[in-house]
């Protein structure tokens, strides 16, 4: 089983702030995705990595995927409580079609 | 659109009970997927369906069985319910087998067994 590792697990800040959220791993994968999770919903993609050093932006949220295809962050900017709820990363390998999450951050940003 | 849509939203049940959770899609979607998510625990897969016509085992599935009835649904049934199996059940779908494609979820079941 590959295992994806994330940190921190909970995360509490006041708006504006900025903050990272890792995805760590020891296996390679082909592609890996993020998600926002509301509470009572599921999650929503956020974005898909696929290539080793790939950067994206979304707004106020970027994305980078490690070199070696084995991890990845998120950091947002200037936090808004809008950004509150549950960041998961997955990761998946082409020939295989199942994708691995990470246990989440729950993310918290007080007005 | 309708997305993914998950019946029933909540169940309790008496542990020894069964019951199946529904889940259908309407995106013409391939491939479909049963996750648990417990506290703390991001989400496991409990077992999934590549193409209309095949079913395979994921991390967790034991206490669990899968029908796919046809390329819309996928059903999960619990044969003998345990406390051990309280949990949010998602259902997903993705377009194809390739994990570039985005998972779609629903909106999950919240099953309480006592």
């Known amino acids: 089983t590959q295992l994806l590792e994330q940190s921190p697990q909970f995360l509490s800040i006041q708006e504006g702030e900025n903050l990272t959220v890792y995805c760590n791993s020891s296996?390679?994968?082909?592609?890996l995705q993020w998600y926002r999770q509301e509470p009572g919903e599921g999650p929503v993609l956020l974005v898909t990595?696929?290539?080793?050093?790939e950067v994206k932006k979304l707004k106020r949220l970027t994305f980078q995927f490690g070199d070696a295809r084995k991890d990845s962050s998120l950091h947002i900017t200037a936090a808004q409580p809008g950004d509150t709820g549950l960041y998961l990363c997955?990761?998946?390998?082409?020939?295989?079609?199942?994708?691995?999450f990470g246990d989440g951050t729950t993310l918290t940003v007080k007005p | 659109n309708a997305g993914v849509t998950q019946t029933p939203k909540f169940q309790v049940l008496k542990t020894g009970q069964s019951m199946t959770l529904q889940c259908a899609q309407d995106?013409?979607?391939?491939?479909m997927y049963w996750y648990r998510q417990d506290p703390g625990m991001g989400l496991r897969l409990i077992y999934y369906?590549?193409?209309?016509?095949?079913?395979d085992k994921g991390e967790v599935p034991n206490g669990y069985n899968v029908s796919r009835l046809n390329k819309r649904e996928f059903s999960l049934r619990l044969e003998s319910a345990a406390p051990s199996q309280t949990s949010v059940y998602f259902c997903?779908?993705?377009?194809?087998?390739?994990?570039?494609?985005?998972?779609?979820f629903g909106n999950g079941t919240r099953l309480t067994v006592t």
């Open positions: 997903a779908s993705r377009t194809g087998w390739s994990g570039g494609s985005p998972l779609h």
């Open positions: 296996s390679v994968f082909s592609s």
């Open positions: 990595v696929v290539t080793g050093g």
């Open positions: 997955a990761g998946t390998n082409t020939n295989a079609g199942k994708s691995t």
């Open positions: 995106m013409n979607h391939n491939s």
């Open positions: 369906s590549a193409s209309e016509g095949t079913t």
